[in-house]
């Protein structure tokens, strides 16, 4: 004679709680390991940011005094492609920049003669999942600054 609450139980559904529990919790994995590659992603783009910022800053104060004008009553500064170029490759082999792969200054120029516009690309390597992104992602930001006189 068997127990009342095996007598009970309808036949084929043995172990499927198993399974459930077992897909689930990979489930929760492949999510905490999207959420970890994601969250690397954006502190890689915004220490490449702060990078370009720096390098951005450099160039928009690297013209020589002779190179300031007055217009309109307005102090300006001449801006020159190549100064912003050697300004922000100085400030790149200055700067600590431990564990960005790969950064390449593309481009450090001006567009209007008072604004210098740095772009850096890096790679982005996954810290874990490495299989759907074997080989990473290229990172690549842009940052502008002027010099202002007051």
Do not use: C, N
Not at 90 to 117: F, I, K, N, W
Not at 118 to 124: E, K, N, P, R, S
Not at 130 to 150: I, K, N
């Amino acid at each position: 004679m068997q127990p009342a609450a095996v007598r009970g139980r309808p036949h084929g559904e043995e172990g499927t709680t198993l399974l459930l529990t077992i897909f689930y919790g990979f489930l929760a994995l492949l999510v905490v390991l999207i959420v970890v590659a994601a969250t690397s992603l954006y502190l890689e783009r915004k220490k490449l940011f702060t990078l370009a910022d720096g390098a951005a800053l450099a160039g928009a104060e690297s013209f020589p005094l002779d190179a300031v004008a007055v217009d309109a009553g307005e102090l300006h500064a001449a801006l020159t492609s190549p100064e912003i170029r050697a300004a922000a490759s100085a400030y790149l082999a200055a700067a600590p920049h431990p564990g960005v792969e790969g950064l390449v200054l593309s481009r450090a120029d001006t567009v209007d003669g008072q604004s210098a516009t740095v772009t850096l690309q890096a790679w982005w390597r996954p810290p874990v999942l490495t299989l759907f992104v074997p080989d990473g992602l290229p990172v690549e930001v842009t940052a502008v600054a002027r010099s202002v006189f007051h």
